[in-house]
């Protein structure tokens, strides 16, 4: 699955959430039933069902991000390339007076280099480790928020789309930041493949200005430095930096004479342990340091970026390979793909969905991944185990696990138990929270939710179960208004593996 179809699939599933679910599922069942011979993995069926549901075409959010990001890369690779010249440029400078200083070129082109390779490690870290080092992961978003940027602004300038048609595309894309805990390494490695091509054209463009300076003009290079540091120990230092190429280019690594003979202050205006006689002129002597710094530029800077820059481009490949599309509405997607439609009969459009009528020799083909399902009934819902047991069978093909209560007056027996019941649980099967559609979700239902995802792990899916059960204890589907009530205020969780369904099928 490429970037773009992930973004236009996510795209789309949010502009599904606002449509009747009793057209969605008559949409997307006929959509299934395609490609029920050819029995497509995951991937492959929601790629298919994206074809016959997408008519945006290269207008769409995935295409207009993946063409943001593309002009953003070009931007930064022309600034790479500018910068690392002009930087090179600058330490290189000579007009005959003063010496080019060495120490000058090492702090400013290897130590930078040093300290985004470690900025790089940092943010490479587990989140565990991460989220105790101040700062760590800032400028992922920053990098970000320009990304949504260029490509708000070259779909102005390039796609040429109508104010309102931009708008739109653009509030989708805002959207599709709550899913940032669903493609966290995407994300992650998209953006180092990003900023590592202005590092790579910026080692390139300083390599450049360095060869051609070094080529066609004189230079010469000294040492110097406040700190009272003697020959010795910088030779020392210099032989450290030049290790990996030691043993292979053996005039790369300074010798103890160069040091001595390069030292130079400034107050003197002079090499003050130049010898006096010598073979070769001074220039020549001081100039050898070349070598050493176009070694050092590679080995520290063009070299590790090449392989950051590739490492992350294999990483995002394999991340968006084993997306494991899970979340709470690729889950809904899946089910009304897979699942046959249920005969109906059909009542009152504006008050409410149709009511299921199951066919005597109805056998769903849908295959949850989950068996069983822990139940947890809010506030003073009742219902007979049996009618329960029967309903969520029929609707999700599940049996009941356990059965738990949440939302009575008594607050420690009901929430605070429930959530140390499932504290720390590694299972995975889904948890179903009962409660009447009619009921408004209010702060303690929304606190409750909270309460139990931080009691059971992220990806644990919890499905928020509407029951609308009149006199006769007949069940029937929510109302249109009671639906998008529960569904709205449930998008303000931004949680992933969290939705609303009903508990009485709409087809």
């Not at 995951?42 to 593309?70: A, D, M």
């Not at 949440?406 to 420690?412: C, F, M, P, Q, R």
């Amino acid at each position: 699955m490429t970037l773009s179809e992930l973004i236009d699939i996510e795209c789309q599933l949010l502009i599904d959430n606002e449509a009747d679910p009793s057209e969605l599922r008559r949409r997307d069942r006929k959509i299934g039933q395609e490609f029920e011979i050819q029995r497509p993995n995951r991937h492959e069926l929601f790629i298919n069902w994206l074809k016959r549901v997408h008519t945006n075409g290269h207008n769409s959010p995935g295409k207009l991000f993946e063409s943001g990001y593309r002009w953003l890369g070009r931007f930064l690779l022309i600034f790479g390339l500018i910068t690392g010249s002009g930087a090179a440029a600058s330490v290189l400078s000579y007009d005959g007076s003063k010496p080019v200083n060495v120490v000058n070129f090492l702090a400013i082109m290897i130590g930078m280099q040093l300290v985004t390779i470690i900025f790089f490690v940092l943010n490479s870290l587990p989140s565990s480790v991460k989220r105790f080092i101040p700062g760590s992961g800032e400028f992922y978003n920053y990098v970000r928020e320009l990304s949504y940027l260029f490509s708000r602004l070259i779909g102005k300038i390039i796609d040429h789309l109508p104010a309102r048609q931009l708008n739109e595309i653009w509030t989708e894309l805002q959207r599709l930041k709550v899913r940032q805990k669903l493609y966290g390494s995407i994300e992650k490695w998209l953006v180092v493949s990003l900023t590592q091509r202005f590092g790579l054209a910026f080692n390139i463009g300083a390599l450049a200005t360095c060869l051609y300076l070094i080529s066609f003009s004189d230079l010469a290079f000294a040492w110097n430095t406040t700190l009272n540091i003697s020959n010795q120990t910088f030779h020392k230092t210099v032989c450290f930096i030049a290790l990996p190429w030691s043993s292979m280019i053996p005039d790369g690594s300074p010798s103890l004479d160069l040091v001595e003979s390069s030292r130079y202050f400034r107050l003197d205006d002079e090499y003050i342990n130049t010898p006096a006689e010598t073979a070769m002129p001074k220039a020549i002597v001081v100039g050898a340091w070349w070598l050493f710094l176009i070694l050092c530029l590679i080995c520290y800077g063009l070299l590790p970026r090449i392989f950051i820059f590739i490492f992350a481009k294999l990483k995002l490949r394999i991340a968006l390979n084993k997306i494991p599309l899970n979340s709470a509405d690729f889950e809904s997607l899946y089910d009304r793909l897979t699942r046959p439609l249920l005969e109906t009969r059909a009542l009152d459009q504006e008050q409410t969905f149709p009511i299921n009528n199951y066919t005597p020799d109805f056998k769903s083909d849908f295959k949850p991944e989950g068996k069983r399902c822990t139940v947890i009934k809010w506030g003073d819902l009742d219902i007979e185990y049996g009618d329960l047991l029967q309903h969520i069978k029929d609707r999700f093909g599940w049996d009941i696990k356990n059965t738990l209560v949440a939302g009575s007056l008594n607050y420690e027996e009901s929430n605070v138990s429930t959530c140390e019941f499932l504290k720390g649980q590694k299972e995975k099967d889904p948890l179903l929270v009962l409660v009447e559609s009619w009921e408004a979700p209010d702060a303690a239902i929304i606190y409750f939710f909270k309460q139990l995802r931080n009691a059971i792990s992220i990806d644990r899916h919890i499905i928020v179960g509407l029951v609308n059960i009149n006199s006769v204890r007949d069940w029937k589907p929510p109302s249109k208004l009671d639906w998008r009530t529960w569904k709205e205020k449930m998008t303000t969780l931004a949680d992933p593996f969290l939705r609303v369904e009903s508990m009485v099928e709409a087809a």
